[in-house]
């Protein structure tokens, strides 16, 4: 998991309030915010921030990693991402598009 804590004040709060999913995992069911859907080659990713019982952001900064997919009528799914070297691929994909962000708004 990446820790999103270091990239707050970047994140566009409004429209990522915007998003939520609910996820079914082992342990019950998690609501979470969406950060971002990005690229890396042909694969599509999304972040998702877990959130707590006051619907806020989970204090730990944890952010799961997905692959991303959309049905040719728009409807999306995400699977997990089952290799540790493709999960590798997508963590670097995201802290340079968090980067990115950052230095977005150094910039402004």
Do not use: H, W
Not at 21 to 50: M, W
Request: glycine letters at 6%; a negative charge; one cysteine or more.
């Amino acid at each position: 998991m990446a820790n999103v804590d270091d990239f707050k004040d970047i994140i566009d709060e409004e429209e990522a309030d915007d998003i939520r999913v609910t996820l079914d995992l082992d342990n019950g069911k998690v609501e979470c915010r969406v950060l971002t859907i990005y690229s890396i080659g042909i694969q599509d990713y999304i972040a998702l921030v877990p959130l707590n019982d006051k619907g806020e952001d989970n204090e730990a900064g944890d952010v799961y990693l997905y692959q991303y997919f959309e049905a040719e009528d728009g409807t999306p799914s995400i699977e997990n991402i089952t290799s540790d070297e493709e999960y590798e691929i997508a963590l670097d994909g995201f802290e340079e598009y968090m980067d990115d962000m950052y230095f977005d708004s150094i910039d402004e």
